[in-house]
């Protein structure tokens, strides 16, 4: 039961656009998160994707805030890629055979046709990249080094999307836990799984379908934010965007309500009492 995001947006008057950061950006999994914010015009989006083909189908469909480069963020290095024969395996770790054998489907989709030599690029050496406030990433196994090698552009963002690991689908690939305690270190805190998804492992199958999932938790999209405990301590503009990211994206109503009370508690306004007549409209309550 969303609202409007222009509703919201229209309540909060933020100034500037909400600034997202798509680190692999091919849109194989269907819309990103996001989507309904840049429909909206709310945002501006910078994608990072170093797949050529990818890369020029994302260019030949954007819209006028929407900004792609073809770099592979990772840690400045030269690194090689796996492009494995599903595209949404492709990485720069090595599938790891020891695990996947386990799960249908994967050894298949895991399998390297091609090994290929490729430059890297660090998040905060990238030149032509505002201060970011979303920060999406999904690059199969990369994604804790990004954050690792983007620690200055980190203490600007209010929200993170990234996929974790439940079990090591790389060799050598940071699992969730490794993930969560680094992000904790740069003042965020978990707030919400956006999917999590299970798989059964061989033999058993379920429903005749490989896609159906058991009791094994393999990944997930991991949703990172802002410690709400600490909200006074981010700016006004902050507050506003985290409240309608927060609202818009992932109905997180609760969080975005914290906000708009160390708003009021600043500035003695009067957004709690409206936005939750927004969401009296919306049916929420």
């Known amino acids: 039961m969303n609202t409007t995001p222009s509703k919201l947006a229209e309540l909060l008057q933020i100034d500037t656009p909400i600034v997202v950061v798509d680190v692999g950006a091919n849109p194989i999994d269907g819309e990103p998160p996001y989507r309904s914010l840049l429909d909206a015009g709310l945002t501006k989006v910078f994608g990072f994707e170093p797949n050529p083909e990818a890369l020029a189908r994302l260019n030949s469909m954007k819209g006028p805030d929407e900004t792609y480069f073809p770099h592979a963020l990772f840690d400045g290095t030269e690194r090689e890629l796996k492009v494995c024969k599903a595209p949404e395996m492709t990485s720069l770790l090595e599938p790891n055979p020891d695990l996947l054998k386990f799960m249908h489907g994967f050894s298949d989709w895991g399998a390297v046709v ?14 032509g990249l505002e201060k970011i406030d979303y920060l999406k990433l999904d690059i199969q196994g990369g994604e804790l080094e990004v954050c690792r090698n ?3 552009r980190l203490q600007d963002c209010l929200v993170i999307h990234t996929e974790v690991e439940f079990l ?28 999590l998804v299970s798989r059964a492992v061989k033999p058993m199958l379920v429903n005749d379908n490989i896609y159906d999932g058991l009791s094994q ?8 934010i802002r410690d709400f405990s600490n909200f006074d ?37 009067n957004l709690v009492d409206k936005y939750r007549e927004l969401l009296i409209r919306s049916g929420f309550f």
């Open 168 to 195: 090591p689908m790389y060799q050598g690939q940071p699992l969730f836990s490794e993930v969560e305690l680094f992000l904790r270190e740069q003042g965020f805190i978990f707030h919400r799984f956006a999917p």
């Open 233 to 269: 301590q981010l700016g006004s503009e902050a507050l506003k965007k985290t409240a309608l990211i927060l609202h818009e994206i992932y109905q997180s109503y609760d969080i975005s309500l914290r906000a708009l009370i160390t708003l009021d508690e600043r500035y003695g306004l």
């Open 217 to 224: 938790v393999f990944w997930a999209n991991a949703v990172f």
């Open 150 to 152: 983007g620690t200055n």
């Open 114 to 127: 091609e090994r290929k030599s490729i430059p890297t690029e660090r998040l905060d050496d990238v030149t």
